[in-house]
């Protein structure tokens, strides 16, 4: 028999469907069913108002920051955002019809709820929606861990629970206010899943386990990276039940059938919950359940492994984890003989990070991390049942390795964790349930601190004290603040490029603008942030280039190989030749030379140089400054660093904390505290940006320096990244007319279009 709670008496009930006794874990009843619903929706509501105020807080930082707003509307912050509202563009006004990446929206759950609130809901437009429905949706969460708690008679440890959760570090980076993706279900659906899994196998209740197999079915459609979580949570469930029930229970076999309809691969989801609702309704239905009955264990068996290995081949089981596996901790991209490099090397979010920072964005703190670990050993020790829930800690611990947003899955189940060690620790130190519940509300609030602090910041300037702790138990005196990444003015000249283009034509920049150039510009893109294979090097080559000749010929050879192909990457058709890498460096001096012919003019196309891209150029040129055959890097030997400027009413320019430009000697002066130069370091060139860029250049060697006064910005580079065509082209003006035409003149994102 289970450990009795809190001294309460151990209720024994029949399992609703195969008549056997079991232990329903001597939690004590709290109230009749009609004071316990209200309760539980009074604490539903309340969890989730302190989660959702807390979500919109960054409301607060943009009161007065009108750079920020579009159509009188705060830009969304996450740029993967707007892939998902060119789909709902798509379902709603018909836009991207020659989008190949758009193909068919219906497939995101995520873009077809988008277009359907808009479209039923008269006064909300689409930009709203993007701004608002993450703090909605996300926190959602708080209910299952609620009714986890009153599934094991502590409702209070699921209201607690949920207050940490919903606003863990992680949860919240991911899903607060303007932060449009399927983050938002990432980790809240996985705790519905969760929680009817439990009740489940708590209570042997199949009707639970259908709604969790509806649920995983769901699942996949509004996060399509879902699968390799459903496969481990549906795995580990039905080894639990076999080491539990064994082979003899039939019982066993029905719950196999119920996940394996749900895990199903390359199947829509309509389809599955359909073949559940057919199982569920119609098989176990109470006439037709008693013929079937008869079948015997064995005939049970045998349907049901069919079903699970249909759906573990189907849904390429091993493939997918292997896929995510490998995708996040390796460098290369190896294909057919050429090493490119792989995208995840230069994004912050798939780089191994500290333990201590793991530990931070899974509850907060690393004092909270204990607590946690401590609690849900206890968990398991005390309801077996908890053990499905190991893949969520597995894959939240997997950002040692595979990065940053691996650890928002960790969240909830770490939330529900930690409170429950302090709630069993008051139960071990005491007997009245007064000092219990106040050691619980103590410990939900050790692990709160950081996480509110996160948000809010703390104080002005946190007292050395705090400082010193914030490895352990960071309290941040600086709240979290998620920042768009283009301002009301950029976002103008992506509109303005829809008024002078066909959704027809094709825009080249980097991946991390695709999705802005899809929303709002209504044109096509080479790479995006969900397409960033080996054509990173395509594009890297293109921008970093010192030959236009080869930006303007590689660009028109690419778009057009692109579009002839039927959109497969671009390095497969024009790398390769009967199967075998070719020359590429040979290749592209003949692309490259001004005598090389293009391909015939099919639609347009836009080169898009934002000025900020610029800080980034040192990782773009990683995918092309390389030795295609070898692997071989030359990025390291290059300088850019990206610095910070401000002007003095003298008129001197101070570059970084201790820089003094001196424009007529052509120096950086490096000055300590008491304004006395320590170091000259001679500069090549000084460029200040602008309408009209002014360029001084000195009798010197060394590095240049790009002064932005709009941005109040600068860049210390070498040549070259001076004299490649994106630092050409979009900061200094400087193209050659018979390739490019400029389109638009705006010194924070030039466009030009190739005119062959």
């Known amino acids: 028999m289970e ?3 809190g001294g309460g008496v151990e209720k024994m009930e029949k399992g609703q469907l195969t008549g056997q006794t079991q232990t329903g874990g001597g939690e004590m009843e709290r109230g009749g069913k009609g004071g316990e619903g209200k309760t539980l929706w009074l604490l539903i509501g309340v969890a989730y108002i302190f989660s959702l105020l807390f979500h919109l807080y960054t409301l607060h930082f943009l009161v007065g920051m009108e750079q920020f707003y579009w159509n009188g509307v705060p830009l969304s912050n996450n740029p993967d955002g707007y892939f998902f509202g060119a789909g709902s563009q798509k379902i709603l006004y018909g836009l991207h019809q020659f989008n190949p990446r758009l193909a068919n929206p219906w497939h995101y759950g995520l873009m077809v709820l988008g277009a ?61 206010l303007g932060y449009y993706d399927t983050d938002m279900f990432s980790a809240m659906l996985p705790m519905f899943i969760l929680y009817f899994l439990l009740k489940g196998l708590r209570e042997e209740n199949l009707s639970a386990f259908f709604a969790g197999g509806v649920t995983i079915a769901l699942y996949p459609y509004f996060y ?36 394996a309809l749900g895990m199903l691969g390359g199947v829509p989801w309509w389809i599955k919950v359909g073949l559940l609702l057919l199982f569920h309704y119609g098989v176990m239905g109470s006439s037709l359940r008693e013929r079937i009955d008869q079948i015997g264990v064995k005939s049970w068996g045998i349907i049901a492994f069919a079903l699970l290995l249909l759906s573990l081949y189907t849904g390429n089981m091993v493939g997918v984890i292997l896929h995510k596996v490998l995708g996040y901790t390796s460098t290369e991209i190896g294909v057919k003989g050429l090493k490119f490099l792989n995208v995840n090397e230069t994004v912050r979010e798939a780089s191994q990070i500290p333990l201590w920072l793991v530990f931070n964005r899974i509850i907060g703190s690393s004092i909270g991390i204990i607590f946690a670990i401590l609690g849900y050993i206890l968990l398991v020790w005390r309801w077996r049942e908890f053990i499905i829930a190991l893949p969520l800690w597995g894959i939240g611990f997997f950002s040692i390795v595979g990065g940053l947003r691996f650890t928002v899955y960790a969240v909830p189940i770490a939330g529900l964790s930690g409170v429950y060690f302090f709630l069993w620790l008051g139960e071990k130190l005491f007997s009245r349930p007064q000092s219990r519940l106040v050691t619980g509300l103590a410990g939900t609030l050790l692990l709160l601190l950081p996480n509110i602090t996160h948000i809010i910041g703390c104080c002005e300037k946190n007292p050395k004290l705090i400082n010193g702790m914030m490895k352990i138990y960071p ?145 773009i040129s990683m995918f092309s400054d390389r030795n295609l055959k070898s692997g071989e890097s030359f990025a390291g030997g290059r300088t850019l660093i990206p610095v910070p400027l401000r002007e003095l009413p003298t008129g001197e320019i101070i570059v970084g904390g201790n820089g003094l430009v001196d424009l007529k000697n052509g120096q950086l002066l490096l000055v300590n505290p008491k304004g006395e130069v320590v170091k000259r370091v001679p500069l090549k060139r000084v460029a200040i940006l602008g309408k009209e860029p002014q360029i001084a250049q000195y009798p010197h060697s060394g590095l240049n320096l790009l002064l932005s006064g709009t941005l109040r910005r600068g860049w210390l580079m070498d040549d070259y990244y001076y004299l490649s065509q994106g630092v050409q082209m979009g900061l200094l003006k ?4 018979n390739l490019f035409e400029l389109v638009i003149d705006n010194p924070r994102m030039r466009v030009y279009k190739l005119k062959r």
């Open 224 to 259: 399509d990276q879902g699968y390799s979580i459903i496969y481990a949570i549906g795995l580990i469930t039905i080894l639990y039940l076999f080491l539990k029930y064994r082979f003899q229970n039939p019982f066993v076999y029905q719950v196999i059938i119920y996940l």
């Open 3 to 5: 450990e009795k709670s």
């Open 475 to 619: 309290l941040p005196d600086v709240p979290y603040f998620s920042e768009p990444l283009f301002t009301n003015k950029e976002i103008g000249v992506l509109h303005k490029i829809s008024q002078i283009s066909s959704p027809k034509d094709y825009g080249i920049t980097w991946w991390d603008y695709g999705y802005y150039i899809w929303y709002y510009s209504n044109i096509n893109t080479l790479i995006d942030g969900g397409k960033h294979n080996e054509d990173n090097y395509i594009v890297s080559k293109i921008l970093l280039t010192h030959n236009p000749y080869l930006t303007a010929n590689l660009s028109r050879l690419a778009v057009e190989t692109y579009i002839k192909s039927g959109y497969k990457k671009v390095t497969d058709t024009l790398f390769y030749k009967n199967g075998k890498p070719i020359d590429v460096e040979a290749f592209l001096e003949k692309v490259g030379s001004p005598d090389y012919t293009p391909p015939k003019k099919s639609v347009d196309v836009y080169l898009i140089f934002p000025e900020k891209m610029t800080n980034i150029y040192s990782a």
């Open 734 to 737: 400087k193209y050659d007319p």
């Open 116 to 176: 359907g609130l808009v479209k039923f809901f008269p006064f909300l437009n689409l930009d709203q929606l993007m701004l608002y429905l993450p703090p909605i949706i996300s926190s959602l969460v708080v209910i299952p861990i609620i009714l986890i708690g009153r599934l094991y008679g502590r409702i209070e440890w699921g209201f607690l629970a949920s207050l940490v959760a919903s606003i863990g570090w992680s949860y919240y980076n991911r899903t607060l």
